[in-house]
């Protein structure tokens, strides 16, 4: 279980690990491009540090092998980026059937099957670390937008995932899985896979063919969902894959300026959601692509220039934004240098020491020492906070850090705390008692008798007693000390007659002789003898 960047990975990232730890989070926002364009990117003034290619089931040697994938490998590492491998094997016809059964693919015309799928993960690790080394700094897109289909809530594919993380961790390659935009509340579905994924991989792709209602939130939209991958998750974000198409032009031409503009506005909300690095589809319009992918024609107009080369309005809005990032003074974040907990009943309140210019903080909260943790209070204003709904007897992990300028600090230390119940009130004490000598339970009597009873551990003085049969009237009941001092009253029987022979219910009364409050009772059953 890892949070952010393991550590043997970390090691390899280089000027990757800038861009994602939070750790060092005060660095401005990486972008990146397609990898075959990374270096057409550069030359046009765009600063990149990120090249993305696809690389899926068409791999197959039946098909088109790694040939393909090794040039653009070998093209980001000339243009001196990181690659992003959009590993989409399953790609649009992800389903449990198909993951489990195998099936054709729709574009491509190969069969995909599980194992197949395993076998290229390790085969794609291999060639990875064979092209460009160890220590490249690339990071794998395990099966982008894998959350459609039924996949999306089909908790065995959370353990197919987890696996294939492992096949790029153990080549020390970075593995990141990566939600599509939508029924964000199944993402928990994946928590072991999150916890395995270096960082939490998000996407949007708009266009006016699919999404002309939505096509001008798209900043908002990737706040939210970074937003909600950090509350879920606890992790560094990662944009794999965002675009705007221009389709139809020029109309959405001035649209996609638009969308790029306040993106770029909005930096700052982005990495405070945690967003560290961010890869536009591509730099330049694909008229081959094929218009059997989800958003038809659009998908050739993805670029911020036109085939010709000729640059659109959103390419100099992409490129003001990047230099605006790469200029801006960095901020640094300090994490706050204490944090208290003090354990209540299903509750923990923290409390923590203010970091300097912060506007605000996040507290995490794990089970387990050391994390992963989950944010649970994200952008809490003030030094305090109460963690309600615990489970007592569960030993919980806190740790806060500091949002600076839209800049997220490291982790304070850890506090670990263990809510615990409330002791028990202590038992009332009993209610007074009383012993009946005569008449005893179930007896048969005659004439008169000597009705004889005492309220134990009381003296004499401090209570009355009556009797009373059958709910009637109250008899006083006298002091007498013969054998030991008790209450006692002569009773005649003998004309007791309403239920024959009986039962005849008595019962003893005490009262308080201060206040007249009945303090204890005790009925006997008897029988008349005749």
Same mark, same amino acid.
């Given at each position: 279980m890892r949070i952010g960047i393991s550590g043997r990975v970390c090691a390899m990232l280089g000027l990757l690990l800038a861009t994602v730890s939070p750790a060092i989070a005060d660095t401005p926002m990486r972008f990146g491009m397609d990898a075959a364009a990374a270096a057409k990117a550069k030359t046009n003034g765009l600063a990149m540090t990120y090249g993305s290619l696809w690389a899926g089931s068409w791999n197959q040697p039946e098909k088109y092998g790694w040939d393909g994938i090794r040039t653009q490998l070998l093209a980001a590492k000339a243009a001196g980026v990181a690659p992003v491998i959009q590993w989409w094997y399953w790609g649009d016809d992800i389903s449990p059937s198909c993951v489990e059964n195998g099936c054709t693919d729709r574009y491509q015309g190969v069969f995909k099957t599980k194992a197949t799928w395993y076998r290229m993960s390790n085969e794609l690790a291999d060639l990875i670390v064979s092209t460009l080394g160890s220590g490249s700094g690339a990071i794998v897109i395990v099966e982008t937008e894998f959350n459609k289909g039924g996949i999306e809530t089909y908790e065995p594919f959370d353990g197919y995932l987890t696996d294939h993380e492992k096949i790029f961790h153990d080549r020390g390659i970075a593995a990141v899985i990566s939600f599509g935009n939508w029924d964000s509340q199944d993402w928990p579905t994946f928590d072991r896979a999150a916890a395995g994924s270096d960082l939490m991989g998000t996407?949007?792709?708009?266009?006016? !063919?699919?999404?002309?209602?939505?096509?001008?939130?798209g900043a908002d939209m990737l706040i939210a969902q970074a937003q909600q991958l950090q509350q879920m998750f606890g992790k560094p974000i990662f944009v794999?894959?965002?675009?705007?198409?221009?389709?139809?032009?020029?109309?959405?031409?001035y649209e996609q300026d638009t969308v790029v503009k306040d993106i770029f506005a909005k930096m700052p909300q982005l990495r405070a959601a945690g967003v560290r690095g961010m890869v536009w589809r591509m730099l330049v319009d694909d008229p081959t692509f094929d218009t059997n992918n989800y958003h038809g024609e659009a998908e050739r107009h993805w670029g911020l220039m036109r085939a010709d080369g000729s640059r659109k309005l959103a390419f100099t809005a992409f490129q003001n934004g990047i230099a605006a990032e790469t200029a801006a003074p960095t901020v640094t974040a300090t994490a706050p240098a204490t944090l208290t907990a003090t354990a209540g009943n299903g509750s923990v309140s923290l409390s923590w020491t203010a970091s300097t210019n912060a506007s605000s903080y996040n507290v995490k909260s794990s089970t387990t020492k050391g994390g992963p943790y989950q944010t649970v209070a994200a952008?809490?204003?003030?030094?305090?906070?109460?963690?309600?709904?615990? !489970?007592?007897?569960v030993t919980y992990y806190f740790t806060v850090s500091a949002n600076v300028?839209?800049?997220e600090s490291a982790n304070s230390p850890e506090v670990a705390a263990t809510p615990v119940a409330p002791a028990p009130a202590p038992a009332p004490a009993p209610a007074p008692a009383i012993s009946v000598w005569w008449p005893t339970p179930n007896v048969a009597v005659a004439g008169t008798q000597p009705f004889k009873a005492l309220l134990n551990n009381a003296q004499l003085s401090t209570y009355k007693m009556y009797w009373q049969v059958d709910g009637g009237q109250l008899n006083v009941m006298k002091d007498n000390y013969t054998d030991a001092p008790h209450k006692e009253a002569s009773v005649y029987v003998g004309s007791w007659s309403w239920?024959?022979?009986g039962?005849? !219910?008595v019962n003893f009364v005490v009262k308080s002789a201060t206040t007249g409050a009945v303090l204890a009772q005790q009925p006997v059953t008897i029988y008349i003898a005749r």
């Amino acid at each position: 279980m890892r949070i952010g960047i393991s550590g043997r990975v970390c090691a390899m990232l280089g000027l990757l690990l800038a861009t994602v730890s939070p750790a060092i989070a005060d660095t401005p926002m990486r972008f990146g491009m397609d990898a075959a364009a990374a270096a057409k990117a550069k030359t046009n003034g765009l600063a990149m540090t990120y090249g993305s290619l696809w690389a899926g089931s068409w791999n197959q040697p039946e098909k088109y092998g790694w040939d393909g994938i090794r040039t653009q490998l070998l093209a980001a590492k000339a243009a001196g980026v990181a690659p992003v491998i959009q590993w989409w094997y399953w790609g649009d016809d992800i389903s449990p059937s198909c993951v489990e059964n195998g099936c054709t693919d729709r574009y491509q015309g190969v069969f995909k099957t599980k194992a197949t799928w395993y076998r290229m993960s390790n085969e794609l690790a291999d060639l990875i670390v064979s092209t460009l080394g160890s220590g490249s700094g690339a990071i794998v897109i395990v099966e982008t937008e894998f959350n459609k289909g039924g996949i999306e809530t089909y908790e065995p594919f959370d353990g197919y995932l987890t696996d294939h993380e492992k096949i790029f961790h153990d080549r020390g390659i970075a593995a990141v899985i990566s939600f599509g935009n939508w029924d964000s509340q199944d993402w928990p579905t994946f928590d072991r896979a999150a916890a395995g994924s270096d960082l939490m991989g998000t996407m949007i792709l708009q266009s006016s !063919v699919r999404n002309s209602t939505t096509y001008l939130t798209g900043a908002d939209m990737l706040i939210a969902q970074a937003q909600q991958l950090q509350q879920m998750f606890g992790k560094p974000i990662f944009v794999t894959d965002f675009a705007f198409s221009s389709y139809p032009e020029p109309s959405y031409e001035y649209e996609q300026d638009t969308v790029v503009k306040d993106i770029f506005a909005k930096m700052p909300q982005l990495r405070a959601a945690g967003v560290r690095g961010m890869v536009w589809r591509m730099l330049v319009d694909d008229p081959t692509f094929d218009t059997n992918n989800y958003h038809g024609e659009a998908e050739r107009h993805w670029g911020l220039m036109r085939a010709d080369g000729s640059r659109k309005l959103a390419f100099t809005a992409f490129q003001n934004g990047i230099a605006a990032e790469t200029a801006a003074p960095t901020v640094t974040a300090t994490a706050p240098a204490t944090l208290t907990a003090t354990a209540g009943n299903g509750s923990v309140s923290l409390s923590w020491t203010a970091s300097t210019n912060a506007s605000s903080y996040n507290v995490k909260s794990s089970t387990t020492k050391g994390g992963p943790y989950q944010t649970v209070a994200a952008g809490a204003t003030g030094t305090t906070s109460v963690q309600s709904g615990l !489970v007592n007897g569960v030993t919980y992990y806190f740790t806060v850090s500091a949002n600076v300028s839209g800049v997220e600090s490291a982790n304070s230390p850890e506090v670990a705390a263990t809510p615990v119940a409330p002791a028990p009130a202590p038992a009332p004490a009993p209610a007074p008692a009383i012993s009946v000598w005569w008449p005893t339970p179930n007896v048969a009597v005659a004439g008169t008798q000597p009705f004889k009873a005492l309220l134990n551990n009381a003296q004499l003085s401090t209570y009355k007693m009556y009797w009373q049969v059958d709910g009637g009237q109250l008899n006083v009941m006298k002091d007498n000390y013969t054998d030991a001092p008790h209450k006692e009253a002569s009773v005649y029987v003998g004309s007791w007659s309403w239920h024959g022979n009986g039962p005849y !219910v008595v019962n003893f009364v005490v009262k308080s002789a201060t206040t007249g409050a009945v303090l204890a009772q005790q009925p006997v059953t008897i029988y008349i003898a005749r």
